[in-house]
């Protein structure tokens, strides 16, 4: 049994559009609910493996993080994406308003900076690319396609990803979009 089953209930609804699906996975909170970070930590290290490349999409700064965490944040997010990544703007009015792109090589400490990446920006989505995507190609696609992309289908549709993970609106749930033939529905 998964331990967030254990202690509270944490919806789950899923919706079907052709051979896409979406998962909505909520109510939890990471910033305060232990179990609920140990859920959200399991669901990716279900999806990922250690070398796995993950792409990202960030927009601006989240709202609700206090001023204080936000700059330790900014420091231990940035300076990993300098060491070992690969972090650009697709888009800036200033420090706190953007639109972004970021890569990682998935390892054992990802789910916990992805909490972080979490916390700190407005919008994160993040996946593992497929067909051989590079990042370059991945800027270019946005940069082409926009980066409006309502439930990530989009980036489904034209085969970037088997999957993508959206924080949902307020940070209390997740959105994954994904190949109906992977059936995550039973997996999370």
């Not at 709202?63 to 697709?90: A, C, K, P």
């Not at 972004?100 to 919008?123: E, S």
């Not at 990530?152 to 959105?175: E, P, T, V």
Request: aromatic share 16%.
């Amino acid at each position: 049994m998964d331990i967030w089953k254990t202690n509270k209930m944490i919806g789950k609804s899923k919706t079907t559009n052709g051979n896409l699906s979406i998962l909505n996975i909520g109510e939890f909170d990471l910033y305060n609910e232990s179990d609920d970070r140990i859920y959200f930590k399991s669901i990716i290290n279900k999806l990922f493996s250690v070398g796995d490349k993950v792409y990202f999409f960030f927009r601006r700064e989240e709202d609700l993080t206090e001023d204080s965490e936000l700059d330790v944040l900014r420091q231990l997010i940035f300076r990993r994406f300098e060491t070992e990544g690969d972090f650009e703007y697709l888009f800036k009015i200033d420090q706190r308003r953007f639109d972004a792109i970021a890569m990682i090589t998935f390892d054992l400490n990802t789910p916990n900076f992805i909490i972080d990446l979490w916390k700190y920006f407005y919008a994160c989505d993040f996946f593992k690319p497929i067909n051989d995507l590079t990042f370059e190609e991945y800027k270019d696609y946005l940069e082409v396609n926009g980066v409006e992309d309502i439930n990530g289908l989009k980036q489904l549709w034209n085969r970037l990803s088997d999957f993508i993970f959206m924080k949902g609106l307020g940070a209390d749930h997740i959105i994954i979009s994904y190949d109906s033939d992977l059936k995550l529905e039973d997996k999370v």
